[in-house]
């Protein structure tokens, strides 16, 4: 994939991706969703990186959906820019490794979307989040009516999607929509160092709990208790054994490949 928007570099078993169209604030566009839905195959099939961080170019992690594209959609042309931004975060979710958004400043309508899709949020002091959407008189695209509630609570979740204001960097995290804050030039940082954290564990196990946990939120509590005895059991085919030996023996473990 020829990447336009986004800027991919990779090291030490983790990837960061940023998104580089800052004199539009990192508007999403239809070449956006492009790019992500190859960068996430691409991901995918790559076994040198084990994690990825996705952050924005400039004052804005994305500052929402291109305005100036929608505005001439009809109501089929709509609903499909709605299902394309909704596949490609869906398929964020479903990546089988883990993904960190480092929100360094406006994650607002689309943007606070594709943050809700990562699996951990780290947010600058500069960071804002909102749903807008209804200052245009539009509703959330890209599932913020779902992910949002699920993950701060149906009151809190409809005061911001129904009043449209902006939450900065401290209420975000005291609602639990990012789990850690820092300052501006220790965003970065800080990211990469969760997510060589995370991928210094082992990778098979990294893969099955995010899977483990998505899935076990959509289940009853006894559906996601069997799942994680299964995939609990597979691991001692492989790495389990290695990581369990490697403690006894008081060594670092070398992960099955």
């Known amino acids: 994939m020829d990447y336009r ?9 983790v990837a960061t991706a940023t998104i580089s169209r800052p004199e539009a604030l990192n508007a999403l566009n239809t070449r956006f ?21 996705l952050t924005g170019e400039g004052k ?3 500052a929402g959906a291109d305005i100036a594209e929608m505005v001439p959609m009809t109501q089929l042309q709509a609903t499909e820019f709605s299902e394309m931004g909704q596949s490609t975060f869906r398929g964020l979710e479903l990546l089988d490794k883990p993904v960190i958004a480092a929100v360094n400043g406006f994650a607002l309508g689309g943007g606070c979307e ?17 749903q807008p959407e209804v200052n245009l008189g539009l509703i959330p695209g890209y599932a913020a009516t779902q992910r949002l509630p699920r993950l701060i609570g149906l009151g809190a979740a409809l005061q911001m999607l129904l009043t449209a204001e902006a939450i900065g960097a401290d209420e975000a995290l005291r609602l639990g929509l990012v789990q850690k804050v820092v300052e501006p030039d220790q965003l970065l940082p800080a990211a990469l160092a969760m997510a060589q954290l995370i991928a210094s564990k082992g990778p098979k196990a990294v893969k099955l709990i995010k899977r483990v946990v998505r899935q076990g ?24 054994t290695e990581g369990m030996k490697a403690f ?7 992960w099955p490949a």
């Open 5 to 13: 928007i986004l800027k991919v570099t990779a090291a030490g078993g």
């Open 33 to 53: 969703f492009n790019e992500m839905d190859a960068l996430i195959d691409e991901i995918a099939d790559r076994g040198d990186v084990r994690v990825l961080i």
């Open 60 to 62: 804005a992690f994305v």
């Open 114 to 130: 594709l943050a809700l899709a990562c699996d951990i949020r780290i947010a600058s002091t500069k960071a804002k989040f909102g």
């Open 217 to 240: 939120v959509l289940l009853d509590f006894e559906s996601g208790c069997v799942l994680e005895s299964e995939k609990f059991g597979t691991l001692f085919e492989n790495e389990g």
């Open 248 to 254: 006894l023996e008081k060594r670092p473990a070398n």
